[in-house]
């Protein structure tokens, strides 16, 4: 049976996004009883469609079909990866220069509301107006006045015509210590849309491997904290 690991959270996914997916050939564990599962594939870069493997539906089909037969807009789904890395392999998910060596992604794009997501408490930090594009690396560093513009730029962008789905944010399963879910990328996105009242928007999930399980109760209680200093 193959290894596989779960997301820290629940995620309200547009049903539409699922149905279309072909079941999983493989057997979910039956230590978890969420109802609807996402089993993501094996992706080094999400937009190649031409190498990697598809997502899959891990459990739930009937559960899908039936919330869009009640046209409802969310639903909870548990997000499920099989690790590139041996089990035993402890370093992998706690060292950055090896997570980012060993990093898949989903193969396709799912919606959610970024409301959902701020109410988690998973962004590593809160990009306002105020922040936007300050960064600590003064390698990066821009002018105040440039950094408003490009905010300001992109708030009027989504505005406009909406969330661009060809831009989504990087939800990583299991970052922090192997057992956290965190928003890995696209922390101003996910401001800017919340500062314009947008309910839906794309969201991919990447991940790497997942903390020993005699580890995981000590490293949950050390990844909130971690979080919340991030924060």
């Known amino acids: 049976m193959s290894c596989i690991c779960y997301s820290s959270e629940i995620y309200h996914l547009d049903p539409n996004d699922l149905i279309s997916l072909k ?24 937009i190649d469609k031409s190498t990697g493997t598809a997502d899959t539906l891990l459990r739930g089909r009937e559960v899908v079909k039936k919330a869009i037969e009640q046209k409802q807009a969310f639903i909870p789904v548990r ?43 998973i962004e590593r930090n809160f990009r306002t107006k ?8 003064p390698k990066h560093k821009i ?35 192997g057992v956290q879910d965190t928003l890995n990328q696209g922390h101003h996105r996910m401001g800017v849309a919340i500062d314009c009242n947008i309910h839906r928007i794309a969201v991919m999930f990447s991940a790497v491997g997942q903390a020993p399980r005699f580890l995981r109760p000590l ?3 050390l990844a909130k904290i971690m979080l919340l200093f991030k924060q």
Not at 26 to 46: A, C, F, Q, R, T
Not at 82 to 100: A, E, G, M, N, T
Not at 130 to 136: G, S
Not at 149 to 176: A, H, Q, V, W
């Open 219 to 221: 490293f949950k209680v």
């Open 130 to 137: 105020e922040n936007a594009y300050k960064f600590t690396n």
């Open 143 to 177: 002018a105040k006045a440039e950094r408003l513009d490009m905010y300001e730029k992109l708030k009027e962008s989504m505005m406009t015509n909406g969330y661009n789905d060809r831009f989504p944010i990087d939800i990583m399963l299991c970052r922090i210590l």
């Open 79 to 121: 997000i499920a990866f099989v690790p590139k890395i041996s089990r035993f392999d402890f370093l992998s998910p706690l060292i950055r220069v090896l997570r980012y060596k060993h990093k898949f992604y989903s193969s396709r794009i799912y919606h959610i509301d970024p409301f959902e997501i701020r109410a988690k408490k």
């Open 23 to 46: 079941d999983s050939k493989i057997k979910d564990e039956v230590n978890v009883s969420d109802e609807v599962m996402l089993l993501i594939g094996h992706n080094p870069i999400w």
